[in-house]
T-cell receptor
Framework: ELKVEQNPLFLSMQEGKNYTIYCNYSTTSDRLYWYRQDPGKSLESLFVLLSNGAVKQEGRLMASLDTKARLSTLHITAAVHDLSATYFC?????????FGTGTLLAVQP | EPEVTQTPSHQVTQMGQEVILRCVPISNHLYFYWYRQILGQKVEFLVSFYNNEISEKSEIFDDQFSVERPDGSNFTLKIRSTKLEDSAMYFCASEGGYEQFFGPGTRLTVL
């Protein structure tokens, strides 16, 4: 059974700082997704990573995938308050996505 | 830009009642999904649907649940006899080009 773990579960950081969220998964997959969720809202797609070594960047967020280590990272550069949200990774399995536990990011001014 | 839509946005029901949650996937997508998220928890897969039949379902998706594509546009999730523990946000998603696009969700409250 595919398991997806994220850490940390909660991250409080100051504006301007850098940090990384980690997503580990237990069985082979070549599809990894990152989503953002604001309170009470739906899931907004951030990145789709489809191959080993894939790296994608959008603004202050950069995601990478290492399929051999079964690890994806979401790196935040020079955080700003607008990035405060919950971030989920999700691993593609046959006919479904399996989500991680989520990381609640709070960026303090 | 095409998007997945869901109705209603909020449904309140009494325990034991039937509810139908509705979704309109993106028009040229072929794969459809239902997920749920209990408040404060992670998103859980319920069921996937392709070519008018269920592709896969989770342990959560028991005999109380069913899905249907009654016409060319709608995709529905029915819960026959709701339980208190069915209270959650239910998200519909459709897939195109390896990416799943999520609807805004239906908040189901079972009293």
């Amino acid at each position: 059974e595919l398991k997806v773990e994220q850490n940390p579960l909660f991250l409080s950081m100051q504006e301007g700082k850098n940090y990384t969220i980690y997503c580990n998964y237990s069985t082979t997959s070549d599809r990894l997704y990152w989503y953002r969720q604001d309170p009470g809202k739906s899931l907004e797609s951030l990145f789709v990573l489809l191959s080993n070594g894939a790296v994608k960047q959008e603004g202050r967020l950069m995601a990478s995938l290492d399929t051999k280590a079964r690890l994806s990272t979401l790196h935040i550069t020079a955080a700003v308050h607008d990035l405060s949200a919950t971030y989920f990774c999700a691993v593609g399995a046959t006919n479904k996505l399996i989500f991680g536990t989520g990381t609640l990011l709070a960026v303090q001014p | 830009e095409p998007e997945v839509t869901q109705t209603p946005s909020h449904q309140v029901t009494q325990m034991g009642q039937e509810v139908i949650l509705r979704c309109v996937p993106i028009s040229n997508h072929l794969y459809f999904y239902w997920y749920r998220q209990i408040l404060g928890q992670k998103v859980e897969f319920l069921v996937s649907f392709y070519n008018n039949e269920i592709s896969e379902k989770s342990e959560i998706f028991d005999d109380q649940f069913s899905v249907e594509r009654p016409d060319g546009s709608n995709f529905t999730l029915k819960i026959r006899s709701t339980k208190l523990e069915d209270s959650a946000m239910y998200f519909c998603a459709s897939e195109g080009g390896y990416e799943q696009f999520f609807g805004p969700g239906t908040r189901l409250t079972v009293l």
